[in-house]
């Protein structure tokens, strides 16, 4: 039986700094040295979601961290997941169900939050009754002074929990020195007595340069280095945000298959093409550019979390003419959930659930209408891709209902265990679905890619394969460049440091400054 360890939770000196593949390594980390570990993050936001096996929804970050764990997704992983809808609005997603939109300023009022806060430490409860360790991550800086007394997932979260805090900060930005010591002298007392430990990530170039500074670090803050981990750009994990998707293998390219995935100004679930991202046999891209649409041998519409926006800014730019241009010149054109959507006849808001838009013509693609429904359907789900005997596995996160118009017809694309059937089939190049996560399955690229036999001569892709040796890759890559007995030290509970004090297995944790000590800087 494996001994019990206390929580352990990454948290950053800002955005970006890597915390969510940090605890994705240490998922996995902990999952191979025989613990039963689970990832938990009190509050996420973003637009990339996914839907745990009860049918409700989760960031899909913690998803990720819960494969690399090796247990199923559970919304106790991420009771409170923020998705955007403007620059201003979110929706609210509270224990795997929408309970409204807000306004940032209202959702960070003092009022209310005591109610939330009861809700994500439940949350951890539960999880940490049964997982052993629960590998937390924080969100932003862990030093947002100004949101203190709202925050419901960083150090107030660690003080519940329990968790030995490291601290992840960026040294790839600059300013890795100040960055670290801000962050740790603008903490309370009583918050720098949970930092244990601090990681230095996305390191370039020959890390014995940087061993002088490492000193220099825990000299400044007394707290140890536990790790640099260098930058890597072999190992594939899911991103968390669509940031840099317009980076990605931009221009079409010879010898492969070319798909692009068209780039909404509100594009969720990005994570539904990644699989065609590794596929040797693909060449993908993402882009709004008329001309590069125009090249590609298939073209994606992606699910959106503004589809009536996003459908509105198509049509205004010029994109929505190429998509159809494309398909008319003898292009695949799919669509995903907001993506099958947008491929319809039109979309029908009357009862403004999305937005003040009550109606737009769609792409004309499929013979479908799509009325905006309040209640959002979030399930996982298994179906037969066209009838075939091969058992699929996906996930829907939508809002709406999708019928055929007029004399159209059924022409159903899935059948799902239970009887229910989704999506639209037009031909082996025009069809669309509300199944994200449908083109994971092997069944379908090879039907998707089919058309374009002559171009293929890679084998087929063995995703599922792939990110399990991707998992393994990363924990590996931080293992090796990670002081584990130090980290096992810190977390188990015999050894955990006291009030600043040093403990019996030598790690030092008395703040330095011996005038006044960590005080003087309250």
């Known amino acids: 039986m494996t001994k019990r360890l206390n929580p352990i939770m990454f948290a950053g000196t800002g955005s970006d700094v890597g915390k969510s593949i940090i605890t994705s390594a240490f998922c996995r980390i902990f999952l191979q040295d025989g613990y039963q570990p689970a990832p938990f993050?009190?509050?996420?936001?973003?637009?990339?979601?996914?839907?745990?096996?009860?049918?409700?929804?989760?960031?899909?970050?913690?998803?990720?961290?819960?494969?690399?764990?090796?247990?199923?997704?559970?919304?106790?992983?991420?009771?409170?997941?923020?998705k955007p809808t403007t620059d201003k609005v979110c929706q609210v997603v509270l224990n795997g169900k929408p309970v409204g939109n807000q306004h940032a300023y209202e959702y960070f009022r003092v009022e209310g939050r005591e109610e939330l806060r009861k809700e994500v430490n439940d949350a951890f409860d539960r999880l940490a009754r049964r997982y052993n360790p629960i590998v937390m991550e924080g969100a932003g800086s862990i030093s947002e002074i100004n949101l203190r007394a709202v925050d419901l997932v960083n150090m107030p979260m660690a003080i519940h929990a329990g968790a030995n805090v490291i601290l992840v900060a960026d040294i790839d930005r600059g300013g890795v020195f100040a960055s670290v010591y801000g962050s740790v002298m603008l903490l309370t007392e009583e918050e720098r007595r949970y930092v244990k430990g601090i990681l230095i990530n996305k390191f370039r170039g020959d890390i014995r340069l940087f061993e002088s500074g490492v000193k220099m670090i825990e000299d400044l803050c007394g707290i140890p280095v536990i790790g640099v981990v260098p930058y890597y750009k072999d190992i594939y994990i899911e991103e968390e945000d669509s940031v840099m998707l317009q980076t990605k293998n931009l221009q079409a390219t010879h010898g492969k298959v070319n798909v692009a995935v068209i780039l909404l100004r509100h594009l969720s679930n990005f994570t539904d093409f990644n699989v065609l991202e590794r596929d040797p046999r693909v060449h993908l891209y993402y882009t709004n550019n008329t001309d590069e649409i125009e090249k590609a041998d298939i073209v994606l519409v992606p699910g959106s979390k503004s589809t009536l926006s996003d459908l509105y800014e198509l049509r205004r730019n010029g994109v929505a003419q190429s998509i159809v241009k494309a398909h008319k010149n003898g292009?695949?054109?799919?669509?995903?959930?907001?993506?099958?959507?947008?491929?319809?006849?039109?979309?029908?808001?009357?009862?403004?659930?999305?937005?003040?838009?009550?109606?737009?013509?769609?792409?004309?693609?499929?013979?479908?209408?799509?009325?905006?429904?309040?209640?959002?359907?979030?399930?996982?789900?298994?179906?037969?891709?066209?009838?075939?005997?091969?058992?699929?596995?996906?996930?829907?996160?939508?809002?709406?209902?999708?019928?055929?118009?007029?004399?159209?017809?059924?022409?159903?694309?899935?059948?799902?265990?239970?009887?229910?059937?989704?999506?639209?089939?037009?031909?082996?190049?025009?069809?669309?679905?509300?199944?994200?996560?449908?083109?994971?399955?092997?069944?379908?690229?090879?039907?998707?890619?089919?058309?374009?036999?002559?171009?293929?001569?890679?084998?087929?892709?063995?995703?599922?394969?792939?990110?399990e040796e991707q998992y393994d890759k990363l924990a590996d890559h931080v293992r090796k460049h990670v002081d584990m007995e130090l980290v096992y030290k810190i977390i188990t509970p015999s050894c955990l440091p006291q009030n600043g004090e040093v403990t019996e297995d030598g790690i030092d944790q008395k703040p330095p400054l011996s005038e006044g000590g960590w005080g003087r800087w309250q």
């Open 331 to 467: 292009a695949t054109v799919v669509g995903i959930c907001g993506g099958y959507q947008i491929m319809g006849q039109e979309v029908c808001d009357p009862n403004h659930v999305e937005s003040n838009i009550e109606r737009l013509p769609g792409l004309g693609l499929l013979p479908v209408t799509t009325q905006m429904e309040g209640e959002k359907v979030t399930r996982q789900v298994k179906f037969s891709f066209l009838g075939s005997d091969t058992v699929c596995e996906g996930y829907e996160i939508h809002m709406g209902a999708t019928v055929p118009v007029g004399n159209a017809g059924l022409s159903l694309l899935n059948k799902l265990e239970g009887g229910r059937t989704d999506g639209y089939f037009l031909n082996e190049k025009c069809f669309g679905t509300y199944i994200h996560g449908i083109l994971d399955n092997g069944a379908v690229i090879d039907y998707l890619l089919a058309p374009y036999a002559a171009k293929l001569s890679d084998v087929p892709f063995d995703f599922k394969a792939f990110k």
């Open 41 to 82: 993050k009190a509050q996420n936001m973003a637009l990339n979601s996914y839907a745990t096996p009860e049918g409700l929804e989760i960031g899909r970050a913690q998803a990720v961290q819960a494969e690399a764990a090796g247990v199923p997704c559970h919304t106790d992983m991420n009771p409170l997941l923020l």
